[in-house]
């Protein structure tokens, strides 16, 4: 008989728990230096529930992985040394987010389908997030700054 079992651990160089906006699907996300974010679904009957194992990034991290079968989205230039320009047909995005690789918010504002100006932020690479408000669809997309 099993009376105790222990999972596998690993010690993370750095990580951080986000608290989305109102009327994102996922209200919290967890991520760590390295590796891909998992989400945290609460107000559950039986509590918190974290989905997914924690995995060497390999791509776009997004919110609502459904986005990308619904609405097209191109950026572009990427690499980018002054602005970057966001085509999507979804039109309720109201706000944008520039967060480094550690998490930490660079900028933020309001999203008006126009070119995000990048010329202030040092060369890097950085998550661009796009929030919409009273709708459940997010976007996140890499962005590097020459």
């Known amino acids: 008989m099993i009376t105790h079992a222990q999972a596998q ?3 993370n160089a750095g990580g951080r728990t986000v608290n989305l906006p109102p009327g994102s ?15 945290t679904l609460t107000n559950l009957v039986n509590g918190p529930i974290t989905q997914g194992v924690l995995q060497p990034i390999l791509g776009t991290v997004n919110t609502n992985e459904a986005f ?3 609405h097209s989205f191109n950026c572009y230039p ?4 002054n602005a970057v320009v966001i ?8 706000l944008f987010q520039i967060m480094d690789m550690s998490g930490r ?3 933020e504002n309001t999203f008006r389908y126009e070119p995000i100006n990048c010329e202030l932020i040092s060369a890097g ?7 919409s408000d009273n709708h459940p669809e997010s ?5 590097i700054k020459q």
């Open 9 to 11: 651990s690993a010690l």
């Open 25 to 39: 699907p996922f209200p919290i996300l967890d991520y760590s230096i390295g590796e891909v974010a998992t989400f």
């Open 68 to 70: 990308d079968e619904k």
């Open 78 to 81: 990427n690499p980018t040394s």
């Open 87 to 94: 085509e999507t047909d979804y039109q309720h995005f109201s």
């Open 105 to 107: 918010l660079i900028a």
């Open 125 to 131: 690479a950085y998550f661009i997030r796009l929030y």
């Open 139 to 143: 976007k996140t997309f890499k962005l």
